[in-house]
């Protein structure tokens, strides 16, 4: 699918760090409670997948969990 060879490209791993970071923001400066808090934590998952170059949902739709391997992964039409 386009979407993850989108997200494991450079502009892809820049994004998901930056929905992390203000997801992490929101959470626990803006918000300041038992929900924000817990929007802090699932902040924490695409930052750390932009970081470390990997894609959560990829293997739910016949993909690599690498983005190196989604990156070298053809797409089947």
């Given at each position: 699918m386009k979407i993850?060879?989108?997200?494991?490209?450079?502009?892809?791993r820049v994004l998901r760090v930056v929905i992390g970071l203000v997801l992490l923001y929101v959470g626990l400066v803006v918000m300041k409670s038992t929900a924000g808090y817990i929007l802090g934590v699932i902040g924490i998952v695409p930052l750390l997948a932009g970081v470390f170059d990997f894609c959560v949902f990829a293997?739910?739709?016949?993909?690599?969990?690498?983005?190196k391997s989604i990156r070298e992964h053809k797409i089947k039409k």
């Open positions: 993850f060879k989108f997200m494991a490209s450079p502009a892809g293997p739910l739709f016949g993909m690599p969990f690498k983005g």
